[in-house]
Nanobody, 123 residues
Framework: QVQVVESGGGLVQAGGSLRLSCTASGLAFDDYAMGWFRQTPGKEREGVSCIDRVGGIMTYADSVKGRFTISRDNAKKTLFLQMNSLQSEDTAMYYC????????????????WGQGTQVTVSS
């Protein structure tokens, strides 16, 4: 049984930093590209960042480029998202997702999802 679990969310002041983690079990982690997504009430879930299976290719939404960094540790089956210079617009539920082999910009292409971790940025 595949389990994807996010952690690290919380309340932070604008300009601050948070580091999200996501652990995945029950799958061959290094066969999967991993992505971070976020969603606020009433809005569609949007892609934030994605990393390929070996961590050589990373993509970012324009809104987070230069502030967020995605990384992974395949030995520990863990995905990370370092978020710096946080803004109130970054407030959202953040989700981790796994897709076999390659990143995709389509949410529907991802196979496994976590339950999310809330990030709240106060201004």
């Amino acid at each position: 049984q595949v389990q994807v679990v996010e952690s690290g969310g919380g309340l932070v002041q604008a300009g601050g930093s948070l580091r999200l983690s996501c652990t995945a079990s029950g799958l061959a982690f290094d066969d999967y590209a991993m992505g971070w997504f976020r969603q606020t009430p009433g809005k569609e879930r949007e892609g934030v960042s994605c990393i390929d299976r070996v961590g050589g290719i990373m993509t970012y939404a324009d809104s987070v480029k230069g502030r967020f960094t995605i990384s992974r540790d395949n030995a520990k089956k863990t995905l990370f998202l370092q978020m710096n210079s946080l803004q109130s617009e970054d407030t959202a539920m953040y989700y981790c997702a796994a897709r076999r082999y390659y990143c995709s910009t389509s949410i529907n292409d991802f196979d496994f999802w976590g339950q999310g971790t809330q990030v709240t940025v106060s201004s």
